[in-house]
C-alpha cells in the first residue's frame, strides 16, 4: 500500500513534470537586429514592433496554455557577420531562445542563418534581409528560414516599373558594397533594362569615407536622368547625395528601402524635391489598424516595422498550430498560418486568432503589410512609392 | 566641340577637388616633414594629432555655438582653431615631455621612435574616439557656397555647372597663408634658422650654442598648428570621423615620402602631385572628352582608367615608383 502510494505520487509527479517540459509557461524569442551599425535609426521601432506582438500574445493568455512570451535582445550591427554570428549564439546556447526574429540586413542574416539557425535547429523569420541570394529553393535552410519582406529581385522590378511611369529611361546607379546593394543594384539593372532602359555606370560605394567627390564624378561623367542610390541613410548613401546635390552632378534621385527614413527629409529636405522612392509597406486595412494601435508608442510608419510585428506574430501564431514552441515541430506550421484558407487575422486580433487554433480552426494572417509568403517562403511584396514634396517624403501609391 | 563646358565640367569635379584636398594633404604633410627633418622619425601619430586637434576646435565650436558667438558668413570653427591649436600643442608637448624626451637623451635610433610613435598613434586614436565617439561629425555652419551650381549655370548660360564651396575657398587661402607663414619663420627668423642648423647638423648646432630642447618644443609647437590646421579644413571640407583621418596618413606619407622627406617645398608639391593623380586617375573622363573632342573621336565607354575603389592603390604605386627610381623625392630631401 505503501510502495503504491509511494508510486503513484512518483508517477504523478513525472507526469507533472513532462507536462511542464512540453508545455513551458515561457516562450522565450530572441530579437537580433543591427542596434548599432549603419541602420541603428531604424532598428528602435522594428524592435518594437515585434514586442508588442509578444505582449499582445501574452496578455491573451492563450498561447500554449498561457505560456508568457518574453523578448531577448541582441546586436547583429547589419554588417559585422562575425559578431552577429556570436551574438546568435548566444541568444540560442545560452539565453535558449525558441526562435529568432531577425536579423535584419542581408549578409548578418545569412551568417546567423548558416552559422547558427541551421546548425541548432532554430526558426528564423526576418522582417527585412530582402538579398535574393537568401531565397532557398533547394531548401538548403532545412526549412527554417523565412521573411516578411519581399526579395530584392521583386523590388528591382517595382523600381523599374516606378521609373518607367516617371518617364525615365537613362539612370546611374550607385550601391553600398554588400550584399544588399550589390544584389539590389543587379536585379534593379536586370529588370530596367529588359524593360528597355540603359543604366549608364553601375558603380559601388563603400560606407564610412568623409569624401564621395570621386565617386559622383563617375557617376556625372557617366549621366543619366536620375541616380539610383542602392545605400543606407546613416551611411555613405547620404554622403553620396550630398556630394552629388554640391557638384549639382543629380538634382533628383530614386531612392530604395535602405534609404528611406527621417533622416533622408532631415538632412536634405526640398534639396531633393521631385525625388522618387519606394519601401516595403501596404495600403491593406491591416498598416492603418498596425498604426492605430502603436499610437504615439513608437513610429508605426517606419520602414520594416509593421513586418516586424508580423515576422514575431507569425512565430508565436505557428507555435500554437503545432502545440509546440520547438522550432523543428512548429517550422512547418508558418505557412500554413500565413496563407489562406481561413479566417483573416488583423494587427490586434492576435488573441483571436490564438483561439481559432486552439479550436482546431484554421487562420489567413493578413496582419500590418498583408503578409502572403510564397516560394521558400517570403513575402510576395507590396511597396509603398515615396516622392519628396515641399521637403517632406509623402505616399505617391501602393503598388 | 565646347572647350568652355569641357573646362567648367573639368574644374568642377577635377581641379577644385583636387585644388583642396592637395593642399590639406600639403598641410599634413609638412608636419610629417618637418618632424622627420629636424626630429629624425617618421612620425606614424600624425594622422590621429590631427583628430585630436580637429576634435578640440569641434568641441570648441559647438561652445561658441551654444553661446551664440559666430563667424557670419565663415564657419565658426576658424574662430574656436587657435584655441584648438593651443589644447593639441598641450597634448603633443606633454607626450614629449613624457614619451620622446626619454628616448632623446637615450639617443635611441630612429626606428625605435617610429615604433614609440606607434604607440603614441593607438593612444591618441583612442583617446579621440573615448572623448568624442567614433561617429561622422559635421560642424561646418555658415554659407555654404561661395558660388553654386545654380547660381553659375543663371549667370553664364551655360550647359554645366560649377561649385566652389566655401570651405574650398577657406582651404585654399588658409593653405597658401600657412605655408608662406611657415617659409618666412624657416628662412628669415632666427629660431627658424636654428632649426634648419639642427636639422643640417645637430653635433655642430649643439656647438654653436642652440639650445635643443628649445628646437624640439618650437618643432612640436609648430607641428601641432599644422596637424590641426589641416585637420579642421579636411574636416570643414568633407566631415569628421576619427577612423578616416587615421586611413589619412597614407596618402600624407605618400606626399612627403615623394617631395622628399625633410623637404617643406617638396612636401607642398607631393600633397598635390598625389591628390591629383588620386582624382584624375579615378575620374571618368567620358564628360569632358564628349565636350573637348569632336564627335568621331568621343569615347562611348567612361574613359576611366581606376574605379574609385582604388583610390588608396594610387598613392601606394606612386609612392613605390617614386621609391624604385628616385629614393630621395623629387626635392631630394633625406633617403628613406
Known amino acids: 500500500m505503501k510502495h503504491l502510494l509511494m508510486a503513484t505520487?512518483?508517477?504523478?509527479?513525472?507526469?507533472?513534470?513532462?507536462?511542464?517540459?512540453?508545455?513551458?509557461?515561457?516562450?522565450?524569442?530572441g530579437v537580433i537586429l543591427g542596434f548599432t551599425g549603419p541602420i541603428e535609426s531604424l532598428?528602435?521601432?522594428?524592435?518594437?514592433?515585434?514586442?508588442?506582438?509578444?505582449?499582445?500574445?501574452?496578455?491573451?493568455?492563450?498561447?500554449?496554455?498561457?505560456?508568457?512570451?518574453?523578448?531577448?535582445?541582441?546586436?547583429?550591427?547589419?554588417?559585422?557577420?562575425?559578431?552577429?554570428?556570436?551574438?546568435a549564439e548566444r541568444l540560442v546556447t545560452s539565453d535558449k531562445v525558441d526562435a529568432i526574429m531577425g536579423a535584419d540586413c542581408s549578409g548578418v542574416t545569412g551568417a546567423i542563418l548558416n552559422n547558427v539557425a541551421v546548425a541548432n535547429g532554430v526558426v528564423m523569420i526576418s522582417p527585412s534581409a530582402t538579398s535574393p541570394g537568401l531565397s532557398h529553393n533547394d531548401n538548403e535552410d532545412n526549412g527554417l528560414f523565412f521573411r516578411t519582406a519581399p526579395s530584392d529581385a521583386r523590388q528591382g522590378v517595382v523600381m523599374t516599373e516606378v521609373l518607367m511611369e516617371e518617364g525615365i529611361k537613362e539612370v546611374a546607379v550607385t550601391y553600398t558594397n554588400n550584399d544588399y546593394g550589390k544584389g539590389l543594384a543587379?536585379?534593379?539593372?536586370?529588370?530596367?533594362?529588359?524593360?528597355?532602359?540603359?543604366?549608364?555606370i553601375n558603380a559601388a560605394h563603400e560606407d564610412g569615407k568623409a569624401d564621395y567627390s570621386a565617386e559622383v564624378g563617375a557617376l556625372a561623367s557617366a549621366g543619366g536622368d536620375r541616380l539610383v542610390v542602392a545605400g543606407y541613410v546613416d551611411q555613405g548613401g547620404s554622403g553620396i547625395v550630398r556630394a552629388a546635390l554640391d557638384s549639382g552632378a543629380f538634382d533628383t534621385f530614386h531612392f530604395p528601402d535602405g534609404m528611406i527614413g527621417a533622416k533622408l527629409q532631415e538632412n536634405?529636405?526640398?534639396?531633393?524635391?521631385?525625388?522618387?522612392?519606394?519601401?516595403?509597406?501596404?495600403?491593406?486595412?491591416?498598416?492603418?489598424m498596425f498604426t492605430e494601435m502603436v499610437g504615439d508608442a513608437f513610429d508605426a510608419t517606419s520602414p520594416f516595422t509593421p513586418e516586424s510585428y508580423d515576422a514575431a506574430a507569425l512565430i508565436m501564431l505557428a507555435m500554437q498550430a503545432a502545440n509546440s514552441k520547438d522550432s523543428n515541430d512548429f517550422k512547418d506550421h508558418v505557412m500554413d498560418v500565413a496563407n489562406a484558407p481561413g479566417e483573416q487575422i488583423f494587427p490586434g486580433q492576435l488573441a483571436k486568432a490564438l483561439q481559432i487554433i486552439k479550436d482546431g480552426g484554421d487562420i489567413d494572417y493578413v496582419g500590418a503589410t498583408a503578409v502572403e509568403l510564397i516560394g521558400p517562403g517570403e513575402s510576395a511584396g507590396n511597396y509603398r512609392q515615396i516622392v519628396v514634396e515641399g521637403g517632406e517624403i509623402t505616399t505617391a501609391k501602393y503598388r | 566641340m565646347d572647350l568652355l563646358n569641357a573646362f567648367v565640367a573639368l574644374s568642377n569635379f577635377v581641379l577644385i577637388p583636387a585644388i583642396a584636398?592637395?593642399?590639406?594633404?600639403?598641410?599634413?604633410?609638412?608636419?610629417?616633414?618637418?618632424?622627420?627633418?629636424?626630429?629624425?622619425?617618421?612620425?606614424?601619430?600624425?594622422?590621429?594629432?590631427?583628430?585630436?586637434?580637429?576634435?578640440?576646435t569641434i568641441l570648441i565650436t559647438w561652445g561658441f555655438q551654444a553661446i551664440g558667438i559666430s563667424a557670419g558668413p565663415l564657419p565658426t570653427a576658424l574662430l574656436a582653431l587657435p584655441f584648438g591649436i593651443a589644447v593639441c600643442a598641450g597634448l603633443i608637448l606633454l607626450t614629449d615631455r613624457g614619451v620622446y624626451r626619454f628616448y632623446r637623451t637615450q639617443k635611441a635610433k630612429p626606428i625605435i621612435f617610429v615604433m614609440v610613435s606607434l604607440g603614441v598613434m593607438f593612444i591618441m586614436n583612442g583617446l579621440v574616439r573615448f572623448i568624442i565617439g567614433p561617429n561622422d561629425q559635421r560642424f561646418a555652419d555658415g554659407e555654404r557656397f561661395i558660388i553654386s551650381v545654380r547660381e553659375f549655370k543663371a549667370l553664364t548660360g551655360l550647359k554645366e555647372g560649377l561649385a566652389?564651396?566655401?570651405?574650398?575657398?577657406?582651404?585654399?587661402?588658409?593653405?597658401?597663408?600657412?605655408?608662406?607663414?611657415?617659409?618666412?619663420?624657416?628662412?628669415?627668423?632666427r629660431t627658424g634658422k636654428s632649426m634648419r642648423a639642427y636639422s643640417d647638423n645637430e653635433d655642430l648646432a649643439l656647438l654653436s650654442g642652440i639650445n635643443p630642447e628649445r628646437v624640439v618644443m618650437v618643432t612640436w609647437l609648430i607641428v601641432a598648428a599644422l596637424a590641426t590646421i589641416a585637420g579642421v579644413l579636411y574636416g570643414l571640407d568633407k566631415s569628421f570621423k576619427p577612423f578616416v583621418y587615421f586611413q589619412l596618413l597614407l596618402p600624407i606619407f605618400a606626399s612627403a615620402i615623394v617631395g622628399g622627406l625633410g623637404s617643406p617645398l617638396g612636401a607642398i608639391a607631393g600633397g598635390?602631385?598625389?591628390?591629383?593623380?588620386?582624382?584624375?586617375?579615378?575620374?571618368?573622363?567620358?564628360?569632358?572628352?564628349?565636350?573637348?573632342l569632336p564627335e568621331a573621336l568621343a569615347p562611348d565607354g567612361l574613359a576611366q582608367l581606376l574605379s574609385t575603389d582604388y583610390k588608396f592603390a594610387v598613392s601606394f604605386v606612386i609612392l613605390l615608383i617614386v621609391l624604385l627610381f628616385r629614393p630621395t623625392g623629387l626635392f631630394a630631401g633625406k633617403s628613406v
Open chain 1, 43 to 87: 532598428t528602435p521601432s522594428m524592435a518594437d514592433g515585434a514586442e508588442l506582438a509578444m505582449k499582445e500574445v501574452t496578455d491573451s493568455g492563450l498561447l500554449l496554455d498561457s505560456a508568457t512570451v518574453t523578448s531577448v535582445r541582441a546586436d547583429s550591427t547589419c554588417v559585422d557577420a562575425g559578431a552577429a554570428t556570436a551574438a
Open chain 2, 272 to 292: 598635390f602631385t598625389i591628390a591629383f593623380s588620386e582624382v584624375m586617375i579615378t575620374y571618368a573622363w567620358k564628360k569632358v572628352a564628349n565636350y573637348a
Open chain 1, 186 to 200: 543587379d536585379s534593379f539593372q536586370a529588370a530596367f533594362e529588359a524593360a528597355g532602359g540603359t543604366v549608364t
Open chain 1, 268 to 288: 536634405f529636405g526640398d534639396e531633393i524635391e521631385g525625388s522618387t522612392g519606394q519601401h516595403p509597406g501596404t495600403d491593406s486595412e491591416g498598416a492603418a
Open chain 1, 9 to 29: 505520487a512518483a508517477t504523478a509527479l513525472m507526469a507533472g513534470a513532462a507536462v511542464a517540459g512540453g508545455h513551458a509557461k515561457e516562450v522565450k524569442i
Open chain 2, 164 to 189: 566652389f564651396k566655401t570651405t574650398q575657398g577657406i582651404t585654399v587661402l588658409t593653405a597658401v597663408i600657412v605655408v608662406a607663414a611657415l617659409f618666412y619663420f624657416l628662412n628669415r627668423t
Open chain 2, 21 to 56: 584636398y592637395g593642399s590639406q594633404l600639403a598641410l599634413g604633410a609638412l608636419g610629417v616633414t618637418l618632424i622627420y627633418g629636424i626630429l629624425r622619425f617618421s612620425n606614424f601619430a600624425h594622422g590621429d594629432t590631427m583628430a585630436f586637434g580637429t576634435m578640440a
